[in-house]
C-alpha cells in the first residue's frame, strides 16, 4: 500500500470485527501523514504492540504511536470525553507526545453519562451483546436530531439547556423501561462545564484539515471500527453496531468526498472470531474452539469478553470484499493456526438442504445454513520469524493461496504475531 499513486486508503475489518486492524495502521502509520478514525466510538478497541509494550486504543487513532503522524477524530465517531482524557493522559504518562497531533471534529457528537444508562437498560430487553458504552444512545440522538456536538461547547448556555433536555427525555425513557437509575441534569451540565476546557482547544474542521492534507500531497489513512458484518446496513441485523462500518461510511465519517479514497485494505483474521450474540457459521466446537481462543488470546479489548471462535468463513469475506469495493486483504493471526495438523475452511454454505453461496440478508436464515468445508493441511511450524512469504512454510502458502482465491481479492499483508514487526508485505 501508499504507493505513488495511492494518496488515501481505507482499512475496514472484513469480519465481525477484531481482526486486527490497530497493528495494520500502526504499521501502514509508518508511511502516513495523517490518520483519521472515521465512525464508531468508545467501544472498538484497537490494540497495538510494539517490543513488549502493549496499547489499546479506543477513541484515538492508531497512527498517534507514530511521531510524525498527525491524528484525527471525525464527524461520523461518537465521542466519549471521559474515555478520550483517560487514554490522552496514559499516552503521555507512557512517553508519547500527543501536542499538536490530534484533532477533533467539531461535528462529532458527544457521549454522555445517560446514554450509558441507557443503553445498559435497553440490552437487558434487547439481548444484543452491546459494550454497554452508550454508542447506540449516542447514535439516536444524532439521527433523531437532538445530539450534542462538541462544537456546541462554545456556547455554553445553549448546551446547558440541550443537555438538561435531553436528560429528561432520557429519564422518561428509563422509567419505561423500568431501570432503577436516573440521570442527573445538573451533574451533566457539570461534566459539560468540566469537559470544555480540554475539549474544546482540539476542536476542529477536520474535514478541512485533511481535504487541506490531501491537497498538499500528504498521504492519509482511514481506519475504520469494527467489522463489516457488523455494519448497521449490510451486517447480521439486529446483532450489529450503530454506524456504518464499511468503506461507505469513511468518506460521510471523515468528511471528505469518495473521490478522494484510492484504495480499500480489508482486515481479516486467517479464522473467524465473533464477540457477543448472533450468527457465526463457521464456529468451531469446544474443544478446537476454545484452542483456537486460548492460542488467539481472543478476549475483548474493551470489554474482556471471551470470542467466539470458529474457522475462516470464506461466504463472509467474498461479501465484505463486495459490500467495501475491496482492492487488498491483510490476514492476521496466520501464526495462531501453527500447530495444528488440518484446518477446515468455510467455502460455501447450505441452506435447508440447497447451496448457498452468498451471504443471506435475513438474520434467521444465516442461523440455520450449514457451512461446507474444505479441509487444508496445516503446517505444524513457527511461523513468527517470518519476514518475507518464502519464509513461510509451503503449507501456509497453500492456506494463504486459497484463501485469496475464495475471498476474491489479493493478499497484500500477512501478520505472524502480534509485534509490530511481525508482518510480511507480499
Given amino acids: 500500500m501508499f504507493e505513488a499513486e495511492t494518496a488515501c486508503t481505507v482499512v475496514v475489518g472484513a469480519q465481525w470485527g477484531d481482526e486486527g486492524k490497530g497493528k495494520l495502521v500502526d504499521v501502514l502509520s509508518e508511511r502516513a501523514d495523517f490518520v483519521v478514525r472515521y465512525q464508531g466510538g468508545a467501544n472498538a478497541g484497537h490494540t497495538v504492540v510494539i517490543g513488549e509494550a502493549q496499547f489499546i486504543l479506543r477513541q484515538i487513532p492508531s497512527g498517534i504511536l507514530q511521531p510524525s503522524v498527525t491524528c484525527i477524530i471525525g464527524n461520523g465517531v461518537v465521542l466519549d470525553p471521559a474515555t478520550l482524557f483517560t487514554e490522552l493522559d496514559e499516552l503521555t504518562s507512557r512517553g508519547i507526545d500527543t501536542a499538536g497531533r490530534l484533532f477533533v471534529s467539531e461535528r462529532a457528537h458527544l457521549v454522555l453519562p445517560y446514554h450509558k444508562l441507557l443503553d445498559a437498560a435497553r440490552e437487558k430487553s434487547q439481548n444484543i451483546g452491546t459494550t454497554g458504552r452508550g454508542i447506540g444512545p449516542a447514535y439516536e440522538d444524532k439521527y433523531g436530531r437532538r445530539g450534542i456536538r462538541v462544537g456546541d461547547l462554545r456556547h455554553p448556555d445553549a448546551a446547558a439547556a440541550l443537555v438538561r433536555d435531553r436528560v429528561e427525555r432520557a429519564n422518561e425513557l428509563l422509567q419505561v423501561l423500568h431501570a432503577p437509575a436516573r440521570a442527573s441534569a445538573d451533574e451533566h451540565v457539570a461534566v459539560l462545564q468540566a469537559i470544555t476546557p480540554r475539549l474544546l482547544p482540539l476542536a476542529a474542521d477536520t474535514g478541512l ?36 462500518t464499511t468503506a461507505g461510511g469513511a468518506s460521510v465519517g471523515a468528511g471528505i468526498g469518495p473521490t478522494a479514497i484510492d484504495a480499500v485494505l480489508g482486515v481479516v483474521k486467517a479464522y473467524t472470531t465473533r464477540v457477543g450474540n448472533g450468527p457465526l457459521p463457521t464456529e468451531a466446537p469446544d474443544p478446537q474452539g476454545a484452542l483456537l481462543r486460548r492460542l488467539g488470546g481472543e478476549f475483548g479489548a474493551v470489554t474482556g469478553r471471551p470470542r467466539r471462535c470458529g474457522w475462516f468463513d470464506a461466504t463472509v469475506v467474498r461479501y465484505a470484499v463486495r459490500v467495501n469495493g475491496l482492492t487488498h486483504l491483510a ?29 443471506p440478508a435475513e438474520v434467521d436464515q444465516l442461523e440455520r445454513v450449514k457451512p461446507v468445508y474444505e479441509t487444508l493441511p496445516g503446517w505444524r511450524t513457527p511461523t513468527g520469524d517470518a519476514r518475507r512469504l518464502a519464509d513461510l512454510p509451503r ?10 482465491a475464495l475471498a476474491g481479492a489479493p493478499i497484500r499483508y500477512v501478520s505472524v504475531g502480534t509485534r509490530r514487526d511481525q508482518i510480511i508485505e507480499v
Wanted: charged letters at 25%; a negative charge; one cysteine or more.
Fill in 209 to 244: 484539515l485533511v481535504h487541506q492534507a490531501l491537497r498538499n500531497g500528504k498521504r492519509v489513512l482511514l481506519e475504520g471500527a469494527q467489522g463489516a458484518l457488523l455494519d448497521v446496513d449490510h451486517g447480521t441485523y439486529p446483532y450489529v453496531t450503530s454506524s456504518n
Fill in 395 to 404: 503449507a501456509a502458502r497453500i492456506y494463504l493461496d486459497r484463501l485469496e
Fill in 331 to 359: 490476514v492476521t493471526k496466520l501464526d495462531v493456526l501453527d500447530t495444528f495438523a488440518e484446518i477446515p475452511v468455510g467455502v460455501a454454505y447450505e441452506l435447508d438442504g440447497a447451496a448457498c453461496v452468498e451471504l
